[in-house]
């Protein structure tokens, strides 16, 4: 499975199943790329598949909200279960991202347009 999807100047990052500080390392490489070669306004996090998150996934997510944040972008969450919710909202990561609720291609066209 990819870590990540393009859809114009959005991107989709699937999270894996942990986020620690291995994956996180991971990801971040693997867009990287992404990020220095194309055009990304909005990033879109998400949490289907994740049981897990430590420190490592606030950390990504921040950062990257940092970087699209300068370009006049934004974060968005996605698919994130009860366990993800209170990590997220205890680290303070809904006051810099948007909680995204239906379907990720639909959610991401609608977003990102009203932005």
Known sequence: MNIYEKMGDTIIVYMP???????????TA???GVFA?????????????????DSSGIGLITRR??????RGGSVGVI?????MDRILLMSG???????LD???????????DKI
């Open 79 to 83: 698919n994130v279960n009860a366990r």
């Open 93 to 99: 990561i809904y006051r810099i991202a948007t909680r």
């Open 37 to 53: 070669e194309e055009v990304v306004r909005h990033a879109i996090f998400d949490f289907g598949r994740t049981t897990f998150m």
């Open 65 to 70: 909200y940092r970087q699209l944040h300068d």
């Open 17 to 27: 199943r942990e986020v620690d500080d291995y994956a996180a390392v991971k990801m």
């Open 30 to 32: 693997g867009m990287d």
């Open 102 to 112: 239906s379907g990720v291609r639909d959610e991401a066209e609608d977003w990102t």
